[in-house]
């Protein structure tokens, strides 16, 4: 089961907030890299996630034009072989009986 964007935010607000603890160390990221408030670290995950969407978004527009010129050519190269076949038989009306 996939977790949900509001699922995902409140993990990433969870370490951003309080990180895990090293061993050896109060925590993971020095005192001065941690968010201000909860209100930054929820800004922060959305910013990333926005990112996130517009990068797969590029991919998803990338793949439907591979498709698209797929299906173009694959439509010119059926026009080619069907205009030579009628081209053969006006030629030669005789040779395919």
């Given at each position: ?21 090293v061993a050896g160390s109060a925590s ?70």
């Amino acid at each position: 089961m996939r977790p949900t964007r509001s699922r995902i935010i409140a993990i990433l607000v969870t370490f951003a907030v309080s990180p895990p603890a090293v061993a050896g160390s109060a925590s993971a990221l020095p005192q001065n890299a941690r968010p201000a408030s909860k209100a930054q670290a929820i800004k922060r995950a959305e910013t990333g996630m926005n990112r996130n969407s517009e990068l797969r978004m590029i991919q998803l527009q990338s793949a439907v034009s591979q498709r698209q010129s797929a299906v173009h050519m694959t439509t010119r190269m059926m026009r080619g072989i069907e205009d030579s076949r009628r081209q053969m038989l006006k030629n030669c009306p005789d040779c395919f009986r």
